[in-house]
């Protein structure tokens, strides 16, 4: 069933609303100066850096994400709502109060930090501080994504795998999980732009340090102030990879609905 017209006015407004300040930051970059703006040594530490740790966190949150997002969406217990709410709570928390929550707890006074210290590990503004701060904000996004996905699916593929004699760990498996891959993946892919993109909570908890915690977003709000070209070049490079990524992996995971 086609929906009604006039919802594309609304859908381009949507549409150019996203659209139009990214060709604004387009036209502002010189393809001339690119390589000679992208090269820098900073800006190159800056990139790798931010890879290494979206990847670490998209894994940390794929690690834990999962089997809360199944808990979550097949379980029942009391509280349940108010923890999904917790959980959910960074997709709207300012990344800065993130960042603090995140020092007062695994700081060198925090509540877990001081005894990590006397322990001999140092959390905070190290590179593992990174990927816990891109862990902090991205994994509410594979929790949701993948929670809704197991909901969809409904339980009778896993009730008629029961009746085939599959125990819990077999139907997680070879039935529950291959159903809900593009829902996994996507949420995958949502958690990894996240850390990507984060900026507030990362430099709250692990500071600006070149090479070890100067993630992208930091080097280019940095740059933004010494040499604005270079800023807008390594803002183009974050767009072009987010772009990338997330259009790839959408367009193997969704696909149109059919015509009648």
Known sequence: MRPPGWLWVPAAGAVLLVVVPLLGLVAEVEPGRLPEL??????????????????????????????????LARGRWPGQSLLRALVLVPLVLPPV?????????????GLLGQHLEAAGLSISFSTTAVVLAQSFVALPFLVLSLEGAVRGLGRRHEEVAATL??????????????????????????????????????????????????TLPLEIYLQRE?????????????VVLATGIVGTVYARTIRPEPTA
């Open 165 to 214: 004699g599959a125990g819990p760990w077999r139907r997680l498996t070879r039935v529950t999980l291959p159903l809900v891959a593009p829902g996994l993946i996507s949420g995958c892919v949502l958690a990894f732009a996240r850390a990507l993109g984060e900026f507030g909570a990362t430099l709250t908890f692990a500071g600006s340090a070149q090479g070890r915690t100067r």
């Open 38 to 71: 992208l090269t820098t040594q900073a800006s190159i530490d800056a990139l790798l850096l931010s890879l290494r740790t979206a990847s670490a966190a998209t894994v940390v949150s794929l690690l834990l994400g999962t089997p809360l997002a199944l808990l």
């Open 97 to 109: 109060v993130g960042g603090l929550a995140l020092l007062l707890t695994f700081g060198r006074r």
């Open 226 to 238: 010494s040499d604005p070209d270079a800023a807008v070049a390594l803002a183009l490079v974050l």
